[in-house]
C-alpha cells in the first residue's frame, strides 16, 4: 500500500451472535402497525432517514466553471548513462566508433526532452488568482490553464508552500472569471456530502460525490491537517475543490491511499482553514510568513505525565530551547505548554499549528507547566523561515568515543563523557549510554548504544552514582518510572523509563 499524491487495508464485518428477546406490549404493537403497513404497500419511514439532494446538477453548474485543467511543461534531462569504454587500440575499437557514427542517437550526449504534466486547480478571484497543488507545479517551465469553456492562458506562479503542498497562481484574464470561495473546514462533519471536481487522468473536467470520511487526518506534514473523504480521487485531481453543499471549497485534494495508484475510496483533502491562509500570505507577500516560537517539542505519553506529576498527558513537552523567544522569555527545558494564546494545547501538532498561523512579531501568553505550578510567559513570535535553521543547524552527528569505565543501570551500561561525545552532542556534562540490553525496558522505550542521558528526573546528572541517586529518589516517591532527558546525534527527547523494583 502506498500513499500517492492525487496527479488498504480489508475489513471483516460481524453480526451479533443471536439471543432471545423479550419484547415489551407497545414494541410489538409497532412491529404488528409495520407488519402492516408492509402488507398495503405503504412505505414506514426509518428512525433516521439518509437526507441528501436528488441531484447535484445544480451545484456543479453553479461551481463548474471555477474548475480549471492544468498542463505543465518543464525540460528534462535525457538519462545518459554510463558509456561503454573500449581501450584504445582494442580490435573492437573501430567497430565502436562506427556504430557510434551510424548511431548518433545514442551518443554520449542526447538531447533534452519535454515533459508534461496534467493538474487541477480552482479559481479564487474574478481577476485570476488560481489555487493548485506544489506538487503539480513545481519545476515547471511552462503552466497552461484550461478553463471549462475552452478558454486556454498561460499561468504565473504567485508563492508556493511546500509545507502544506500549495502554491497559487496568476492568469491575465480577458473579462471577470467565474470564482469560488472557501468555506470553513471545521464546520465540516464526518457523514457530510463532499463532491470533488478535476481533471482525473487527463480526461477531462469530472465530478465526483462522497462524504466526509474522518478529519484531521496527518500524514507527512508538519501542518497537515486533511479531511479524508470517499469522493473518488484519481490522478489529475492533485489541486482540484473538494466542495460542500454550500458550493464553498472546504479542502484541496492532494493525496490518495493506494496500493495501484487508483481509487479505492480513501483520498486526502488539505482542509481550507489551512489553505486559505497560506493563500492569503502567499497573495500579500508571494511566500509564507509563520510564527516561530523557538523550542523543540514532544508529545506528553502517558508514563511522561506521570513523571512530571501532570493529570492528563497532554500539551506539549519543550525538550530544547535555543537562543530566541521563548528563551528570552523565559521557557526552560522541561517545561510543559498547555495554552498558546488562549487556545488550549493538546499536543505538538496543535501548538505548531497555532504558532504557525500567529502573526510574526505579535507577542502572545503562554501557559507552561513548570515543577508542580503553571506560569504564563509572554513570548515575542520570530518567524519560522528566517529563523529556525540558524536555531537548530544540522548536525553530523558523529558516533562518539566509548570511554570507559562503565556500569550497569536498568539495562543500560553508562559510561562517562569523552570530549568526542561533548563535541557532537554540543554539552558539556551527561552520561554516555555504552550498550543497552535487548530485553530490557531500556530497550523497549528505544534507548541506544550512543545516546547521552543529560538529565534523570528533571535534575543534570554527570555520574552514575547521581544516576542511581535520582532513581532512588523516584522509588521513594512511589513514581512507576523516572524522567530521562537523552540526546541523540545532538537532538533530545524525554524518556520515561520505568523503574524495576
Known amino acids: 500500500m502506498t500513499m500517492q499524491t492525487a496527479h488498504t487495508r480489508a475489513v471483516a464485518l460481524t453480526r451479533p451472535q ?140 504567485v508563492g508556493t508552500d511546500p509545507n502544506t503542498d500549495i502554491a497559487l497562481l496568476k492568469v491575465e484574464p480577458a473579462s471577470a472569471l467565474t470564482h469560488v470561495a472557501f468555506g ?80 479505492i475510496g480513501i483520498g486526502f483533502s488539505m482542509s481550507s482553514n489551512v489553505v486559505s491562509h497560506v493563500v492569503q500570505q502567499l497573495q500579500d507577500f508571494g511566500e509564507t510568513r509563520r510564527g516561530w516560537l523557538g523550542v523543540r517539542i514532544q508529545d506528553v505519553s502517558a508514563d511522561i505525565a506521570e513523571g512530571l506529576g501532570l493529570d492528563q498527558a497532554s500539551g506539549a513537552l519543550v525538550t530544547d530551547v535555543p537562543e530566541g523567544p521563548a528563551r528570552e522569555a523565559g521557557m526552560e527545558v522541561g517545561d510543559v505548554i498547555t495554552t498558546f494564546n488562549g487556545v488550549a494545547v493538546d499536543d505538538t501538532r496543535e501548538l505548531v499549528r497555532v504558532v504557525g498561523d500567529a502573526p510574526v512579531g505579535e507577542t502572545v501568553r503562554v501557559v507552561v507547566y513548570r515543577d508542580g505550578e503553571t506560569q504564563t510567559l509572554l513570548v515575542t513570535l520570530g518567524r519560522r523561515e528566517t529563523s529556525e535553521n540558524a536555531a537548530f543547524p544540522d548536525q553530523n552527528g558523529d558516533t562518539p568515543v566509548v570511554p570507559a569505565p562503565s556500569s550497569d543501570v536498568l539495562g543500560m551500561s553508562l559510561a562517562p563523557l569523552t570530549d568526542e561525545a561533548r ?24 534507548l541506544m548504544a550512543g545516546d547521552v542521558i543529560t538529565e534523570v528526573g528533571q535534575q543534570p546528572v554527570s555520574d552514575v552514582e547521581a544516576f542511581r541517586t535520582r532513581v532512588t529518589e523516584a522509588e521513594d516517591a512511589g513514581q512507576n518510572s523516572v524522567l530521562l532527558l537523552i540526546r541523540r546525534d545532538g537532538t533530545p527527547r524525554f524518556v520515561a523509563l520505568p523503574i524495576n523494583k
Do not use: C, K
Not at 184 to 210: E, Y
Not at 435 to 440: A, E
Open 423 to 446: 563535541q557532537a552532542n554540543g554539552i558539556e556534562t551527561g552520561l554516555l549510554v555504552e550498550s543497552v540490553d535487548p530485553t530490557s525496558d531500556a530497550a523497549d522505550r528505544g
Open 184 to 263: 470553513d473546514s471545521d464546520s465540516a462533519r464526518v457523514g457530510d456530502w463532499v463532491m470533488a471536481m478535476g481533471n482525473p487522468l487527463g480526461q477531462g473536467f469530472s465530478v465526483s460525490v462522497g462524504i466526509v470520511s474522518a478529519r484531521e487526518r496527518a500524514l507527512s506534514g508538519t501542518y497537515d491537517n486533511y479531511i479524508q473523504t470517499d469522493a473518488a480521487i484519481n490522478r489529475g485531481n492533485s489541486g482540484g475543490p473538494l466542495f460542500n453543499m454550500d458550493g464553498e471549497v472546504v479542502g484541496v485534494n492532494t493525496a490518495i491511499l493506494s496500493p495501484n495508484g487508483g481509487s
Open 18 to 157: 443471536g439471543r432471545s428477546l423479550a419484547y415489551p406490549v407497545t414494541t410489538l404493537f409497532l412491529i404488528i402497525a409495520m407488519a402492516l403497513a408492509t402488507l398495503a404497500g405503504t412505505a414506514v419511514p426509518s428512525r433516521a432517514q439518509i437526507a441528501g439532494p436528488g441531484s447535484f446538477a445544480d451545484l456543479v453548474d453553479e461551481v463548474g466553471d471555477a474548475v480549471v485543467n492544468i498542463t505543465t511543461t518543464s525540460l528534462v534531462a535525457a538519462n545518459t548513462g554510463p558509456m561503454p569504454q573500449v581501450p584504445p587500440g582494442s580490435p573492437l575499437e573501430d567497430f565502436f566508433n562506427d556504430f557510434m557514427n551510424r548511431n548518433p542517437g545514442q551518443g554520449p550526449a542526447p538531447a533534452p526532452r519535454r515533459s508534461n504534466a496534467l493538474g487541477s486547480g480552482f479559481v479564487i478571484s474574478e481577476d485570476g488568482y488560481i489555487v493548485t497543488n506544489n506538487h503539480v507545479i513545481d519545476g515547471a517551465d511552462e503552466i497552461m490553464i484550461d478553463f471549462r469553456d475552452g478558454t486556454r492562458l498561460p499561468a504565473d506562479v
